[in-house]
């Protein structure tokens, strides 16, 4: 049985080598939790909030900040304070008004010989009894917030939707999808999507989720293309790609996560493994 997690197929749809990096070698850079981003820091906390403070505000806000003083103490300073509030102000409360709201919950479908992973940000029943899952994305600008509407609208982005076709071979029922965007600057700032029924394009979603999910690790040539501009694991590459020695720039200079030991291989052609989505 082969078990492939759905936020796996994006890296491995960039690159292989980063999708060994981050899903085999479980790498993570030393420096790493002193040089996130602001916004990454509180995309973070605010998906660790909710996921503690379920759909409530002030329980949201206690747990976003204990986990920046567990994860990056010297990061929690009042600007920081300031912009977790703003997104919390701008999440749409009165939407999230979910009937048994659960939020990253690990869901498993097997497909064949194909088990498939999925951790939606939040799902719950709506008054009619209907299963709705709501996928979170922070962003610190206008014009980040429309590219991220663009994608989310556009068939590139298909997370949610898988997480939707889980759901409904999970339960047996029709399921409805949301992306929710939030500003972490002004306040006032969120685009709420139309909820959508993933019931008239389930057969089609499936098909491109179990494809996906067969073709994870299923070959170990290399890409490099535009992605290693942006690809956090460059640097290590720039030494593998001009023959030096890569694997002493992983020991000097990165780290397996703790949690992740047991997954951890040392080739690009790994068993795979792992308990946990993320
Ligand atoms: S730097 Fe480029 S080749 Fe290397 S892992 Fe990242 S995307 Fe792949």
């Known amino acids: 049985m082969k078990t492939v997690r759905i936020t796996e197929f994006e890296d491995w749809g960039e ?17 790493s939790s002193s040089q996130a981003s602001i916004p990454q820091i509180i995309g973070s906390a605010i998906h660790f909030g909710m ?14 900040r204990l986990y920046i003083q567990a994860n990056h103490p010297q990061r929690l300073t009042d600007q920081l304070e ?25 869901l498993s479908v ?11 940000d939040l799902y719950g029943l709506l008054p009619d009894s209907q299963i709705l899952v709501i996928d979170f994305k922070t962003t610190a600008s206008k014009g980040y917030q429309w590219s991220n509407k663009l994608q989310v609208e556009s068939t590139f982005n298909l997370q949610l939707p898988f997480y939707a076709v889980l759901l409904s071979d999970y339960y047996h029922t029709d399921v ?22 993933i019931g008239p394009i389930l057969e089609q979603i499936r098909k491109l989720l179990i494809e996906k999910g067969e073709s994870v690790g299923n070959t170990t040539a290399p890409s490099e293309g535009w ?11 720039e030494v593998r790609l001009t023959g030096g020695d890569w ?10 996560r703790v949690d992740r030991q047991t997954n951890v291989v040392i080739d690009l052609e790994p068993e795979k493994g792992g308990e946990d989505e993320s």
């Open 110 to 120: 097997t497909y064949g010989d194909l088990e498939v992973r999925g951790k939606p």
């Open 82 to 106: 300031t912009k977790l509030s703003v997104v919390l102000d701008n999440m749409p409360w009165d939407v999230l008004g979910l009937l048994y709201p659960v939020t990253e919950q690990l």
């Open 227 to 237: 992605h290693c501009l942006y690809c956090p694991y460059h640097t290590i590459d």
């Open 176 to 197: 409805l999808y949301q992306h929710i965007i939030v500003g972490t600057e002004k306040r006032g700032q969120a685009w709420v999507e139309e909820p959508k029924l």
């Open 247 to 256: 694997e002493y720039e992983i020991e000097t200079n990165w780290h397996r």
């Open 51 to 64: 996921e503690s403070g379920l759909t409530d505000r002030e329980a949201a806000l206690e747990a976003a």
């Open 15 to 31: 690159c292989p080598w980063k999708w060994d990096y981050k899903w085999q070698r479980r790498l993570t850079n030393n420096e």
